[in-house]
């Protein structure tokens, strides 16, 4: 299409450094156009504030539940311009042990250390495991060359002890 004295429109958005859909957008009247997604807008702010955690795949199928025709990267966008992206939150964890204390912490000497043979480094560990009504202790002891390994559960009096001490013994048998 040419416009004027022979310029072509491309030719004109070119020279004036502007893309050819800023020039087709420009209001001549300056007005301000009225925003064409505010009423999605609204529904969207309304769907994030009832659910905090939705992101845009669940915002736009509540949307679409509502009647609404739209398409899920609008929605991403309308979510951005509006800055109500979920941001994802750590998983929440119980901290079971206090690394913060004065007491003197040993280095690990297992690391540098070049196994041979059995009965040379074990490796415990106990955890426990909620219950509907208690925890359950779990006590785990490894020969780190044989990867033999002996367990034992929950005690009534809490003692985990004689685990450690049966696990020693080269005969080491899987008790769990």
């Not at 009504?133 to 002996?150: K, P």
Request: glycine share 6%.
């Amino acid at each position: 299409m040419k416009v004027g004295r022979g310029l072509t429109m491309a030719r004109m958005v070119e020279l004036g450094g502007v893309s050819r859909a800023s020039f087709y957008r420009y209001d001549e009247d300056g007005c301000v156009r009225p925003d064409r997604d505010m009423d999605l807008r609204d529904a969207i702010q309304r769907i994030a504030l009832e659910w905090p955690s939705y992101g845009r795949p669940r915002i736009t199928a509540a949307l679409r539940r509502q009647g609404w025709r739209v398409n899920p990267k609008r929605v991403y966008r309308l979510l951005r311009e509006d800055n109500l992206l979920c941001l994802r939150k750590k998983r929440k964890f119980l901290v079971t042990t206090d690394s913060h204390h004065g007491r003197q912490v040993y280095p690990n000497l297992a690391g540098q250390m070049a196994l041979t043979g059995i009965n040379q480094l074990w490796v415990a560990d106990i955890t426990y495991i909620r219950l509907e009504a208690e925890f359950v202790y779990l006590a785990v002891v490894i020969d780190a060359f044989s990867r033999r390994w002996s367990c034992a559960g929950h005690r009534p009096d809490g003692c985990i002890i004689p685990i450690v001490a049966a696990s020693t013994h080269p005969a080491i048998t899987r008790t769990c």
